[in-house]
């Protein structure tokens, strides 16, 4: 009896003594449907390659991929654009969609006929082991994703232009010319790398979607200031003229703190340094952490909003 009557006592020592469970701020982000198949949609096709090594990036190989829609027509030029990270993207029932995004939008005539490049970050396998994988599954060997996405230079745009674009074309589409049906997209550092492509070269990009951008210290801190960091990017923007850019940006207000920066801060800064010079952008300030589902989320509306100049 004695046992009976001290069970609800120790009930609730247990479970003032029990952690507070962790607020899930990411499971409003759901996809909606213009991210799912839908029947009668011209569905297009994705196309896997690989490219061996780099001249830009000499020693670093990486696997890349094609979406081009059902309705594009090899006699004309289509629009493009370039995704970073690119197997996340690509795939039909993973996180993004794209492929999917795309057969929906393209048909309801929301954006124009629009080929997408996929590509995934500089990667060279263990010599020792080549096939091997550690207990994540994840591949050995040495990424050059930080060197690629989170540089302040012009390098990862010119291999776009003078190599991974010119290799697209060899495979039998055409790309237009013009920057306006020109758009790039990535999340976190490839986030910061798809904005560092458009403003070293407006000429070549002018829509950027970037989500949970690392607009932060990265390379300052990791080459010990030697390197520029994407944190000086807001001070760019002010004391620069102003670039033929339109900017749709997503991040979240429970995003990474860490030793190379606060991102909701960080990317708080970029959405007011656009303001203030007059950029065509679009902030949006949920309430996520550092993954895809806020993002992926509002991919139709960002590709829709980006897109509205040309159908």
């Known amino acids: 009896m004695k046992l009976l009557r001290l069970l609800p006592c120790l009930l609730a020592l247990s479970l003032l003594g029990a952690e507070p469970k962790k607020p899930d701020y990411d499971s409003q982000y759901v996809l909606g449907p213009d991210s799912q198949e839908k029947a009668g949609v011209p569905k297009g096709v994705v196309t896997e390659f690989e490219l061996a090594d780099s001249k830009t990036f000499p020693g670093y190989g990486r696997k890349w991929s094609l979406y081009v829609p059902k309705q594009y027509d090899p006699t004309k030029e289509a629009a493009l654009m370039v995704f970073q990270d690119g197997p996340g993207y690509a795939n039909r ?8 995004v795309f057969d929906n939008l393209i048909a309801q005539k929301k954006m124009p006929v629009t080929i997408a490049l996929f590509i995934a970050p500089g990667f060279t396998p263990d ?32 291999f776009l232009l003078e190599e991974m674009i010119p290799l697209a074309e060899s495979k039998g589409v055409k790309f237009s010319k013009d920057p306006a049906r020109r758009a790039i997209a990535g999340a976190s550092s490839g986030g910061i790398c798809a904005f ?29 200031g030697a390197e520029k960091g994407g944190n000086l990017y807001p001070q760019m ?4 003229p102003k670039k033929n850019i339109r900017v749709f ?18 990317n ?12 065509d952008y679009k902030f949006v300030m949920g309430e996520g952490t550092h993954n895809s589902r806020h993002g992926a989320q509002l991919l139709p509306e960002a590709l829709t909003w980006l897109w509205r100049d040309i159908r």
């Open 93 to 100: 029932t993973g996180a993004w969609r794209v492929p999917v």
């Open 249 to 266: 940006s997503q991040e979240g207000s429970h995003d990474l703190t860490n030793e190379f920066g606060v991102w909701p801060e960080a």
């Open 268 to 279: 708080q800064k970029m959405a007011d340094a656009w303001k203030a010079k007059g950029y």
């Open 237 to 240: 923007i002010m004391d620069s």
């Open 196 to 224: 560092n492509a458009a403003w070293h070269r407006p000429d070549a990009f002018s829509k950027v979607f970037t989500t949970i951008g690392s607009f932060t210290n990265i390379r300052g801190v990791i080459s010990k």
């Open 127 to 158: 010599p020792k082991n080549p096939n091997g994988k550690d207990k994540k599954g994840k591949a050995l060997g040495k990424s050059n994703r930080s060197f690629e996405y989170d540089s302040v230079t012009d390098l990862y745009v010119k």
